[in-house]
């Protein structure tokens, strides 16, 4: 049986392990909130965006850089959305080990060849893909801390600029879609070269029917100039804001899982103890009385 001071040592260090996850779990539920405020406010104006860019580069002449179709795929670049901070359940690794299947089933020449790279964005993302050894170009540790729309942009343009100069030939995002508090979906998404057949057009069927002659001022192609560097901008942007909002959703459900398990634990504990103290009383109650009878029988 262990020694009573032992399994109050124990108690108190569950007890005070369970404080810290339900206050963690506090922190995530509070930015959660505010991570999904930015989220759904985001989704409807990148699906505007992206059905008005497919329309205008479906029904015209207009060309850009970013719909060039590459005659062979030598380079191509993966985007991984990973977190900064850990205690997140399988947020990363579910994803990563996504990540990592996709490359080797479609990619492996690629591999082999060291004509694939990686940008990642996130500690541990950056420390998942060098340590294995991948081809990583660049990493953005740090990135969630001071979350703003200008970094992404920046990314996204420099990537726009090597894909115009056919430095990349493809180009893929993998982060993690928000379902809901407890479900995230794994997404790897190819968001150059653009195929304008296939960018999402608006789900009603009565837009689907319309067919407009639509006059552009100043012109189509100046339009679409402007309208498809956007159009990747918010792709790469909703990505990153779904993974934040998927991220305090996954630490809320891990350390909620965690307080529980804490509370499930001190009660063993407790009752190991109550044991452990019963047995120490009958055990000292058996010695007196034995002590007793020893002094009658002198």
């Given at each position: 049986m262990a020694n009573l001071r032992d399994i109050r040592n124990r108690i108190s260090s569950v007890n005070n392990t369970q404080q810290i996850t339900k206050a963690m779990k506090m922190v995530a539920a509070a930015k959660l909130k505010k991570a999904q405020d930015r989220m759904t406010q985001t989704r409807p104006y990148a699906a505007k965006i992206e059905e008005v860019a497919g329309r205008l580069a479906g029904s015209t002449k207009a060309d850009h850089p970013v719909m060039r179709k590459p005659d062979e795929i030598n380079e191509?670049?993966?985007?991984?959305?990973?977190?900064?901070?850990?205690l997140r359940g399988g947020f990363n690794n579910n994803l990563f080990k996504e990540v990592e299947s996709r490359l080797h089933e479609e990619f492996q020449s690629h591999l082999d060849d060291k004509s694939l790279s990686m940008i990642t964005i996130g500690k541990k993302a950056t420390a998942h893909f060098t340590k294995r050894k991948y081809k990583v170009i660049e990493s953005h540790p740090g990135f969630f801390d001071d979350l703003d729309y200008?970094?992404?942009?920046?990314?996204?343009?420099?990537?726009?600029?090597?894909?115009?100069?056919?430095k990349f030939d493809e180009v893929y995002i993998a982060f993690n879609e928000f379902k809901s508090v407890i479900a995230q979906k794994r997404r790897i998404q190819k968001i150059l070269p653009i195929d304008p057949e296939k960018i999402a057009k608006s789900?009603?069927?009565d837009a689907k029917e319309q067919v407009i002659d639509y006059l552009y001022e100043p012109d189509s192609q100046a339009i679409l100039n402007r309208l498809l560097p956007l159009h990747l901008n918010m792709q790469l942007w909703r990505a990153v804001?779904?993974?934040?909002?998927?991220?305090?959703?996954a630490r809320m459900t891990a350390m909620d899982s965690a307080t529980e398990n804490a509370k499930d634990l001190e009660k063993e504990?407790?009752?190991?103890?109550?044991?452990?103290?019963?047995?120490?009383?009958?055990?000292?109650?058996?010695?007196?009385?034995?002590?007793a009878q020893a002094?009658?029988?002198?």
């Open positions: 191509v670049l993966f985007v991984v959305v990973g977190s900064d901070r850990g200008s970094s992404t942009s920046d990314i996204m343009n420099a990537i726009i600029k090597e894909f115009s100069d056919e789900e009603t069927e804001l779904e993974s934040n909002a998927s991220e305090q959703g504990l407790r009752l190991e103890y109550n044991q452990a103290r019963q047995s120490a009383i009958t055990t000292e109650i058996s010695e007196i009385v034995s002590g002094l009658s029988e002198d």
